[in-house]
């Protein structure tokens, strides 16, 4: 188990993107760059100025609009309360905002095992790509005599860092899924007293999903593996069992995050009324082991 205190964690603007537009993060947590469940997940606050053309990436993505709404022309807007699921090689876009916007992001290795390339390695593919040609509107335009094509931002930077073309996966879904969470009724917790839960859905093989939890003042919730909360409001304590690595337990409070690990058996206490944003993150090492019994 880790938890984050978001206080903690500096809040910087990101300059060697891929896009266009004001990007100021919180990076709340990332992964292991180069294992299959890399991640990132980063409090967000884009500009009006911000644009991305249409396309695809070959990793998963969740977006939780906090605040602002951000247009995503035919597939639709996110406004506040809003949770966005963009599946690996489905599509999306092109986004522009309505004013700023401050997301919740999740970018990580979906169910085709491609992985997810880190921050850290696009940003050094977008300096050394600007060598031979420019990044405008989302797009990467080579110098002219250099042989190649203009193609997607993000597209140009993961082929500059593996060497080899980006194949990406058949679409699951043709469409990334809106999910207006505040329609969603709370529902009683199976065994767990003074907790209630509104389940957004599940998305593949591996228990992919996204739902929110609410607990009362004292309430315990009892979960098991490999999971990312986000606190939305209250504070209390969190434990961990057997399975994981890391502080055993500690505080959390509105803001902060806390990540459970592949078969780590959990607890979250509230102190004073909580609730969290929870994704379940894919089980790729439990499902390996598991196939191998």
Not at 57 to 76: K, L, S, T, V
Not at 179 to 190: E, G, H, K, V
Not at 226 to 241: I, K, Q, V
Request: net charge neutral; aromatic share 12%; charged share 25%.
């Amino acid at each position: 188990m880790k938890i984050v205190d978001a206080e903690k964690i500096p809040v910087t603007e990101r300059k060697d993107r891929q896009r266009q537009g004001r990007f100021i993060e919180r990076r709340l947590l990332e992964g292991e760059e180069g294992s299959i469940d890399n991640f990132q997940f980063t409090l967000v606050n884009t500009g009006g100025d911000f644009f991305s053309p249409r396309h695809r990436h070959n990793f998963d993505q969740f977006r939780f609009q906090i605040e602002g709404e951000a247009g995503f022309d035919r597939d639709g807007v996110m406004t506040p309360g809003t949770v966005g699921y963009f599946p690996e090689g489905t599509r999306y876009g092109p986004q522009s905002n309505k004013g700023d916007l401050t997301t919740l992001v999740l970018q990580f290795a979906g169910a085709s095992g491609n992985g997810y390339t880190s921050e850290a390695q696009i940003s050094q593919a977008v300096r050394e790509l600007k060598h031979f040609g420019e990044f405008r509107e989302g797009v990467y335009y080579p110098n002219p005599g250099t042989g190649r094509k203009q193609q997607d931002g993000y597209e140009a930077c993961w082929e500059h860092v593996n060497k080899r073309k980006l194949v990406y996966p058949p679409e699951r879904f043709h469409h990334p899924v809106f999910m207006n969470s505040n329609a969603f009724a709370w529902s009683p917790s199976d065994g767990q007293s003074g907790a209630t839960e509104k389940v957004l859905g599940t998305f593949d093989e591996f228990g992919t999903g996204i739902r929110f939890v609410k607990l009362a003042a004292g309430a315990v919730y009892k979960a098991k593996g490999r999971r990312l909360y986000y606190a939305l409001a209250g504070s209390g304590t969190a434990s961990a069992g057997t399975g994981g690595s890391g502080p055993a337990s500690g505080s959390w409070k509105n803001g902060d995050t806390i990540y459970t690990f592949v078969d780590e058996a959990h607890e979250i206490c509230a102190g004073e009324p909580a609730e969290f944003y929870v994704i379940l993150l894919p089980q790729f090492r439990a499902a390996a082991l598991a196939k191998a019994a």
